[in-house]
């Protein structure tokens, strides 16, 4: 059976972990080729690269390393970014903090985009998909200011993109994931019932994504299936952001 990605080279930033590792192994599964790319040890891929994505250098070299390798890209999913925990209220949090944070989740969306939709153009178009987050449309009175500023800015940045690349069949979409199942959100359960159970309760589902749930995701928005979507904000939140009242 064809996969939904055959002959097709992606860029994954992020590989090593989480949402992004699952994709990739998802998106070889469906029949890519995945370019990896992280920091961190561990990344997944048939290419596995080791870049700051926040470097302008770096990341024009390591898509210039992709197309040497493999003569094409076809699908960015630029999902590198950190959620930290000294994010807080904007009269706590140190402005180190804030840039840091924009730095990785904004700047790195930037360039990769900058630097390789031009290698999707020459492909004759592609797909891009930018993880966003739910968080980019609500607000929490528990703040995570700097991480929600930057997601929005993807937020804004892919939609821009989105329409700009149009007609030169290129489509840019924001993927926003709800809160996904992750080792921090699970220690937060061990040391925090009540901070934990203040946000379950507003999951309509009752229960946070599987990071297989949001590569999912990535997957159709990567694939030809979306061919018609583009410049849009599509939520995997388990319908946290239309929910007014859950169930019990």
Do not use: W
């Not at 250098?57 to 040497?68: I, L, N, P």
């Not at 949090?93 to 840039?99: I, R």
């Amino acid at each position: 059976m064809a996969g939904r990605l055959d002959d097709k080279v992606c860029v994954i930033t992020g590989a090593a972990s989480g949402i992004g590792a699952e994709s990739a192994r998802l998106f070889m599964a469906e029949g890519a080729t995945v370019a990896g790319i992280d920091l961190a040890p561990g990344v997944v891929g048939d290419l596995a690269l080791s870049a700051d994505v926040s470097d302008e250098q770096q990341v024009a070299e390591t898509y210039q390393r992709v197309v040497e390798e493999y003569g094409r890209i076809d699908v960015l999913f630029n999902n590198a970014g950190i959620n930290p925990p000294d994010d807080t209220t904007i009269t706590e949090e140190p402005l180190e903090v804030f840039e840091r944070v924009q730095r990785i989740n904004v700047r790195s969306v930037y360039l990769c985009c900058k630097h390789g939709i031009p290698h999707l153009l020459s492909a004759g178009g592609g797909s891009v998909v930018n993880t966003s987050s739910f968080a980019a449309t609500m607000g929490a009175a528990v703040s995570q200011i700097s991480y929600t500023a930057s997601k929005g800015a993807v937020l804004a940045l892919s939609r821009e993109l989105g329409v700009e690349y149009a007609r030169r069949g290129v489509r840019v979409n924001a993927l926003c994931p709800g809160p996904v199942d992750t080792p921090l959100l699970r220690e937060l359960f061990l040391s925090d019932p009540r901070k934990a159970a203040r946000r379950l309760v507003h999951l309509p589902m009752g229960r946070f994504a599987e990071a297989r749930e949001i590569a999912q995701a990535a997957l159709f928005l990567a694939s030809d299936d979306s061919s018609y979507i583009t410049a849009s904000s599509f939520m995997v939140d388990g319908g946290l952001s239309s929910a007014y009242i859950t169930p019990d």
